[in-house]
Antibody, heavy 118, light 110 residues
Framework: EVQLVESGGGLVQPGGSLRLSCASS????????MNWVRQVPGKGLQWVSY???????YYADSVKGRFTISRDNAKNSLDLQMNSLRDDDTAVYYC????????????WGQGTTVTVSS | QSALTQPASVSGSPGQSITISCTGT?????????VSWYQQRPGKVPKLVIY???DRPSGVSNRFSGSKSGNTASLTISGLQAEDEADYYC??????????FGGGTKLTVL
């Protein structure tokens, strides 16, 4: 079964750091680009970051310079290092798989919740 | 980065067809065929229903179809069913090497 499982969410103070991880199984991780997408409860989806199998990386303007996406193909895992966290980074963070055809996100994890608050 | 523009809500009766629009610019929707649509039922994780403007993933009902004209993409759901009630989001690749979602549309089945 194709699966993505996020971890690492929690409560952090403004200005703090947090590292999210996404463990994959059931498919050849190294062959797929991956994304992080976030959603404030009750609000819409916001794309955060993308990394492909060759290492090309994209970020949303709102997180550029603060967040770092990385992957470990040997461990089938995806990470998101989040620094200088702000109140508006509070959201559920989803790890998603790129289907490989048209930037579509064909597999989603269950999400991990990040709360930035003093 | 501004989001793609979707209507906040649409509604329809069982059996009817509805269309949700997603308007962008030449830099995103109008410049590529990299448009996808996602269904998010209440309390659930988003699910891909259309990719590459009009392709359906395996397992998605053929009642879902997608199209594009200029800077506007559209998702049409025919033969509406109660289970279609959900939030729908479009997504597009943008020429600045980013991806962008629409603000989301709440579909109510009357």
């Amino acid at each position: 079964e194709v699966q993505l499982v996020e971890s690492g969410g929690g409560l952090v103070q403004p200005g703090g750091s947090l590292r999210l991880s996404c463990a994959s199984s059931g498919f050849t991780f190294s062959s797929h680009a991956m994304n992080w997408v976030r959603q404030v409860p009750g609000k819409g989806l916001q794309w955060v970051s993308y990394i492909n199998h060759a290492g090309a990386i994209y970020y949303a303007d709102s997180v550029k310079g603060r967040f770092t996406i990385s992957r470990d193909n040997a461990k089938n895992s995806l990470d998101l290092q989040m620094n200088s966290l702000r109140d508006d980074d509070t959201a559920v963070y989803y790890c998603t798989r790129d289907g490989g055809r048209a930037y579509e996100m064909d597999v989603w994890g269950q999400g991990t919740t990040v709360t930035v608050s003093s | 980065q501004s989001a793609l523009t979707q209507p906040a809500s649409v509604s329809g009766s069982p059996g009817q067809s509805i269309t949700i629009s997603c308007t962008g610019t030449r830099s995103d929707v109008g410049g590529h065929n990299f448009v996808s649509w996602y269904q998010q039922r209440p309390g659930k994780v988003p699910k891909l229903v259309i990719y590459d403007v009009s392709d359906r993933p395996s397992g998605v009902s053929n009642r879902f179809s997608g199209s594009k004209s200029g800077n506007t993409a559209s998702l049409t759901i025919s033969g509406l069913q109660a289970e279609d009630e959900a939030d729908y989001y479009c997504n597009s690749y943008r020429s600045s090497a980013t991806l962008v979602f629409g603000g989301g549309t709440k579909l109510t089945v009357l």
